[in-house]
């Protein structure tokens, strides 16, 4: 099997080094780009199992380059944003991105969200099964049911509902518009706080049952329901 090949758009020198640096520290194979057009020809050229794209290019906007690949591709993106370009990252989110990381980042953080979306990766390939399991956690679609360490858990249609939104998406952060639209619906007002209390309900039936947290906040942006994998948790 030919080694994992990522594409890095970064138009900051500096910055690209260290990203490239790092990533060949790893092994992994990179390409780079410096602008958005070059992003979008390399990415319809090579085909990467992955792309890092910094959000402010001298180009095109990041979050277009994104709804360019977005068009024929799932590649997962992972976004690299100051942090003065706050709601830049969200919009890419909404756009398709996958995750993202804030400037200044440190090698860690870099490698974590890699491994997070190489596994993310890994299991959407094996999962197409009507059942979920993540941790003591299982999910019966077709039954709409749902289990923690054997037990059923009592979840009002709403709560279920986005339960299974989270874990369609396990190990990926959904922005608050995400989840209400995949959850109520496009026409439903965009409200964050009625999420965050719902959130809360669903947390606590969770949370309560495993002894762990399933759900991640980010706060401003969204939420990431984790993959409990005992032999690799990490935040
Ligand atoms: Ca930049």
Request: aromatic fraction near 8%; charged fraction near 25%; hydrophobic fraction near 40%.
């Amino acid at each position: 099997m030919k080694s994992f090949l990522i594409l890095v758009v970064e138009d900051d020198a500096p910055v690209r080094t260290l990203i490239t640096t790092t990533l060949k520290a790893r092994d992994y194979r990179y390409i780079t780009a410096g602008n958005g057009e070059a992003a979008v020809m390399q990415a319809a050229s090579y085909a990467p199992d992955m792309i890092l794209l910094d959000l402010g290019l001298p180009d095109l906007d990041g979050v277009e380059v994104i709804r360019r690949i977005r068009a024929w591709s799932n590649v997962p993106i992972i976004v690299i944003s100051a942090r003065s370009e706050d709601s830049d990252k969200i919009d890419a989110l909404d756009e398709g991105a996958d995750d993202y990381l804030v400037k200044p980042f440190s090698v860690d953080e870099l490698l974590a969200r890699l491994r997070v979306t190489q596994r993310r990766l890994a299991l959407m390939q094996g999962q197409q099964s009507a059942v979920f399991e993540n941790g003591d956690l299982k999910i019966d679609y077709a039954m709409r049911r749902a289990w923690l360490k054997e037990e059923e858990l009592h979840l009002t249609p709403i709560e279920y509902k986005l339960l299974c939104v989270l874990a369609q998406n396990v190990g990926k952060v959904l922005t608050h518009k995400y989840i209400t639209q995949h959850v109520w619906g496009s026409s439903w007002e965009h409200d964050t706080g009625s999420l965050r209390v719902y959130m809360a309900t669903l947390r606590r039936k969770l949370d309560a049952g495993a002894g762990q947290s399933f759900i991640q906040t980010h706060i401003g942006v969204g939420y990431r329901m984790l993959r409990m994998d005992p032999e690799h948790s990490e935040p």
